[in-house]
C-alpha cells in the first residue's frame, strides 16, 4: 500500500453528504487515520500545525495528481478558489482493488474516519482536532 492508496479510499467511501471532500476535511481525515495507528507509519503522509490544524504539502499535492491522473474530480465550490474531490468511474475501480488489499477491518477504520469528518460542521471538526491534538492548533488563523 501506499500514501495515495490510503487517500483513494478515504475518498472513495460514502460520508455525510456524499463522497466529495473539500481539502480540510481530506487533511483532518487521513491525519485521524495516521494518529489512530489506522495506516502503517511507512505509508503515512507528514503533518505540520498549519492554519487549519495539521496539514500535509505532500497530501494536498497527492489530491491534485489524482485529478491529473483521471482517478478524481475537483468539484468548484461557488464562491472558493477550491474544489471538492471525489473519485472518478476509474478512482472507484482502483479502490476496489485496494480495499481487497487492506481488508475488511481496515476498510471499516477508513469508512469510520470518514464519517467522522463528514459528520460535523468544519468549526466542529477543527474544535474536536484542536482539543484531542493540541499542538496542532499553533499557527492556526481558525478562531470559532
Given at each position: 500500500m501506499t500514501k495515495r492508496d490510503w487517500l483513494i479510499l478515504?475518498?472513495?467511501y460514502k460520508g455525510e453528504g456524499g463522497s466529495a471532500l473539500d481539502p480540510v476535511r481530506i487533511q483532518k481525515g487521513?491525519?485521524?487515520?495516521?494518529?489512530?495507528?489506522?495506516i502503517p507509519a511507512g505509508e503515512q503522509y507528514s503533518f505540520e500545525p498549519y492554519h487549519y490544524g495539521p496539514y500535509s504539502s505532500e497530501l494536498r499535492k497527492d489530491a491534485d495528481r489524482l485529478v491529473r491522473q483521471d482517478l478524481a474530480d475537483s468539484l468548484p465550490?461557488?464562491?472558493?478558489?477550491?474544489?471538492?474531490?471525489?473519485?472518478?468511474q476509474?478512482?472507484?475501480?482502483?479502490a476496489?482493488?485496494?480495499?481487497?488489499?487492506?481488508g475488511p477491518q481496515a476498510a471499516r477504520k477508513v469508512y469510520e474516519?470518514?464519517?467522522?469528518?463528514?459528520?460535523?460542521?468544519f468549526a466542529d471538526l477543527l474544535r474536536d482536532i484542536y482539543a484531542r491534538f493540541p499542538e496542532y492548533a499553533q499557527n492556526s488563523v481558525f478562531t470559532g
Open positions: 478515504l475518498l472513495a487521513m491525519f485521524l487515520l495516521s494518529k489512530e495507528g489506522v465550490v461557488s464562491g472558493y478558489t477550491w474544489g471538492r474531490y471525489r473519485l472518478t476509474e478512482g472507484i475501480k482502483y476496489r482493488e485496494v480495499i481487497e488489499q487492506i474516519a470518514k464519517l467522522a469528518v463528514t459528520g460535523k460542521s
